[in-house]
Nanobody, 128 residues
């Protein structure tokens, strides 16, 4: 059974950085694509970033490009989201997701409906 455990959220000031980690367990993730999403109160769940476990191809949403990066750590079995220069509009619950992708789809999916498994969220609040 796939388990995704998210850590690293918190309350930070504008312009500072935060790193979120998603620890994946339950199976080998060789053929998985991992995604990060966020959801603010009253808003739709929004794509943030995705990374292919094998090979490391990645993409981030235009709204966070240049500030957020996604990476994976094979030793820790985690997918990390480094968030720099945080803004108040980045405040949301951040969620980790996994998609079984044995066909190695060249396009990393941004739709929440493309992901099969979800971890619990972690709150990120950026205070001005």
């Amino acid at each position: 059974q796939v388990q995704l455990v998210v850590s690293g959220g918190g309350l930070v000031q504008v312009g500072t950085s935060l790193r979120l980690s998603c620890e994946a367990s339950g199976r080998r993730f060789k053929y998985y694509t991992m995604g990060w999403f966020r959801q603010a109160p009253g808003k739709e769940r929004e794509f943030v970033a995705a990374i292919r476990w094998t090979g490391g191809d990645s993409r981030v949403a235009d709204s966070v490009k240049g500030r957020f990066t996604v990476s994976k750590d094979d030793a820790r079995n985690t997918v990390d989201l480094q968030m720099n220069n945080l803004k108040p509009e980045d405040s949301a619950v951040y969620l980790c997701a996994a998609r079984f992708d044995p066909d190695d789809n060249p396009t990393l999916p941004s739709s929440r409906y493309s992901y099969d498994y979800w971890g619990q969220g972690t709150q990120v609040t950026v205070s001005s």
